[in-house]
């Protein structure tokens, strides 16, 4: 067994492969900014739980007994327990390496895509644990079927060799992995150039050693090269092998039918009866029946931050969502106006630099689907840190948006614009808060319930 040290172990990805390793009965320490800051403490206090050790990030933890240093993208040279490793002459493993080294000597299935890689990852988690056949999980998000008192629900650890993950193509480190199934949901710019994706995708699917699974709908992950694999495509248009008939999409669930079999979901949107399908398909290689992976999903309680009812108060319900490219944006968008409310939208935008990568298709993105009373409330870009070029504000954006006609209020600091949200609802609307990389925004969420319930003392 060894010993590793994670540099902000708090982060969803960090904190699934930390959980993972102390289930396997590995020593795991590791530091973060969000607790030298007094946040995040739930997410601490469960790994404390769990048998983790932490320390401020100021070096101290990284003694001369540790095995390993992880770190993700985010952390950079300057660190202080980089640097202490450094100094010391401790190997620094990068998150996806070691997620890459887990991952490969297990029977692995790896789920990638620009959006609904989390969802999937989970739906497919959630249908092998009900089938009995014990799996592990890594995910960026939450399953909340498998969150506890000592787990964040972001890792299952079974007793078979079974690891379904979530794998990332933003960093390129997609190309990792070799799984026994590969699975890609869609394919849009997100985080790098469509061209480039499809090179990272085809990488991937290269080195799968059993099935591909691939969404007949999107027309960059439908034309891959398939490099001579076994393939199934899934479709909500009756183009792929494996396809949804007889949709009905409601505000909060969804019901279809595959090959005469009746499905419902308890999460909303047509993108989550494409993202079962997808589980579904995927499942199959491990000859689970079509009907007790339906009786899984009817079971599936959905990921923490997407399309996560908060509260209600006044007549208005609150809605945490990890909302942050287009692609995701607009599912969340089309989910919402399945309900004939008014939407009160808060998009907070993570990074400098994929802002301005993504300006045009954000603009776009608000422009052709919020309705014309919803109203948009944007902060300033998030800075988590590091060198940029700060030259672009959210509120060019803004301007961009309101052109069209739209209202659209930018206020530099997000705590100026809880009050805001909750002094322009009424009954029946629903406040959406869109983000990623930024744990505190469900905290934000619960800002503003407690000022819908200030105006709302008697409801």
């Known amino acids: 067994m060894s010993t590793y040290f994670f540099i902000g172990i708090g982060g969803s990805g960090m904190s699934a492969i930390a959980q993972m390793l102390l289930g396997e009965g590995h020593t795991v320490r590791g530091s973060d900014r969000s607790l030298d800051q007094g946040k995040g403490g739930a997410t601490f206090d469960l790994l404390r739980a769990g048998g983790a050790r932490l320390f401020p990030q100021d070096g101290s933890g990284v003694s001369p007994d540790t095995d390993f240093v992880v770190v993700s993208t985010a952390i950079e040279d300057t ?3 980089m640097r202490a490793a450094r100094d010391a002459g401790i190997p620094v493993l990068h998150r996806s390496e070691l997620l890459a080294e887990i991952f490969n000597r297990r029977n692995g299935i790896a789920v990638g895509g620009t959006s609904g890689k989390s969802t999937v990852t989970g739906m497919i988690a959630v249908i092998l644990d009900h089938a009995g056949l014990s799996p592990s999980a890594i995910n960026g998000g939450k399953i909340k079927n498998f969150v506890s008192e000592t787990s964040l629900g972001n890792t299952l650890v079974g007793s078979s060799d079974i690891l379904v993950i979530e794998s990332d193509e933003s960093d390129g480190s997609i190309v990792n992995y070799k799984p026994e199934v590969s699975l890609v949901t869609n394919i849009t710019k997100d985080h790098k150039p469509v061209p480039e994706l499809r090179d990272l995708f085809e990488i991937f699917i290269g080195n799968t050693n059993g099935l591909v699974v691939l969404n007949a709908d999107c027309p960059e992950a439908s034309t891959l090269d398939r490099c001579g694999k076994a393939t199934v495509t899934f479709s909500l248009k009756g183009n792929g092998d494996f396809n949804a008939g007889g949709v009905e999409l409601k505000p909060l669930s969804s019901t279809f039918r595959v090959n005469g079999i009746p499905c419902r979901l308890n999460v909303p949107g047509a993108h989550n009866v494409s993202n079962a399908l997808a589980a579904v398909a995927a499942c199959r290689h491990f000859d689970v029946p079509e009907r007790v992976a339906f009786e899984a999903l009817e079971q599936f309680k959905g990921i923490a931050r997407r399309y996560d009812i908060v509260g209600r108060a006044g007549g208005i319900t609150v809605i945490d969502d990890f909302g942050h490219n287009p692609d995701k944006i607009r599912a969340t968008l089309k989910t919402l106006a399945l309900g004939a409310q008014r939407n009160l939208l808060f998009f907070q935008s993570h990074g400098f630099g994929p802002t301005r990568f993504m300006r045009q298709e ?51 600091k997000r705590a100026d614009l809880a009050p805001l949200i909750a002094d322009a ?35």
């Open 79 to 81: 660190v202080p327990d």
């Open 362 to 412: 954000l603009v776009s993105v608000f422009s052709s689907h919020m309705k014309k009373n919803d109203i948009l409330f944007v902060p300033e870009i998030y800075y988590a840190g590091g060198t940029a070029d700060k030259s672009l504000s959210m509120s060019d954006i803004a301007k961009d948006i309101q052109s069209s006609g739209l209202e659209v209020i930018f206020r530099d």
């Open 425 to 459: 609802g009424a009954p029946g609307d629903i406040v959406c808060v869109m983000g990623a990389r930024d744990d505190t925004l469900t905290h934000f969420c619960r800002d503003i319930l407690n000022h819908l319930r200030e105006l709302h003392p008697d409801e």
